[in-house]
């Protein structure tokens, strides 16, 4: 399960537990208490696949009860020793996000952000767990997917690129192939630290969807309607113009 492994400790430091995603996921809770109006703190929210909980803190510094899932170990112990940094407390269990079954129902709210979706090994298995994610919500509760979409990547895939991180001090190299006939990406990322010339690199495939394709599956699986957007703050998604991809289920 290639999945497992997307990141160890030290590329999760360079990408999503970087202070710049930290930074980041501090704006976009804020921008998706005010896009669903969550003004009312004892809403249950899972958040899932939560990584390092870099969104998980943010929400319950704000109050609301939270409880995340994520596969790899390595990244649940960052994100609780984030929470006890802070001195707060918030459930997160190790699980596999095509099995949530214990969760059904459960929550008011579930988040699946940061391109989080598309990761197993055929359409069928890709729209199981988003069917288990739909699951975790209660009737008339929300969903929301933030991730890339399709059209997005036919316009700007490149085989290959590379950057240095925010602070010069590592290379983030990736090599991609796109195959526009399954419209799944494979790709290797690698890092390079510049000063220890430590090097770490990992796999990863992804489904990407296109947006009405998306919306239609969430749909399917039990949603009775789905908005789009461009971003957090609730900006009209562009298929033309829009890099990310945000779809708002009301369960
Ligand atoms: C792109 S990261 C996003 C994490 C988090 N939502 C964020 O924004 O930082 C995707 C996450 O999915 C996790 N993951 C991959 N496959 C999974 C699975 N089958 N079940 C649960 N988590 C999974 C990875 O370990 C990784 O933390």
Redesign the pocket.
Known sequence: ?W?????DNFS?NQ???SKK?LQT?NEQVDDIINLLGLNNKRVKIL?????????LVQFCKRGYKITG????RD?INIAKDLLAKKKLNAPIYQ????NLKKFAGKFDLV??????IG??QNDKENEY?ISEILKTVRHGGKAIF?TTHRRYIDRVYSPITWHTDITNKTIIAETRCFDKKTSCMEGIQSFVDLKTGKTSSHYHKIRLYRANELKNIILKNGAKKVQLYSDLKGNPFDINQSKRLILIASL
Do not use: Q
């Open positions: 399960m999945h497992k492994y997307l990141y999760a990408t999503i537990n995603f996921a958040d899932v696949p939560c990584g390092t909980g870099r969104h899932i994520e596969i790899n990244l699980g596999n996000m095509n988040t699946n952000l940061f391109s989080s990761y197993f767990a933030e």
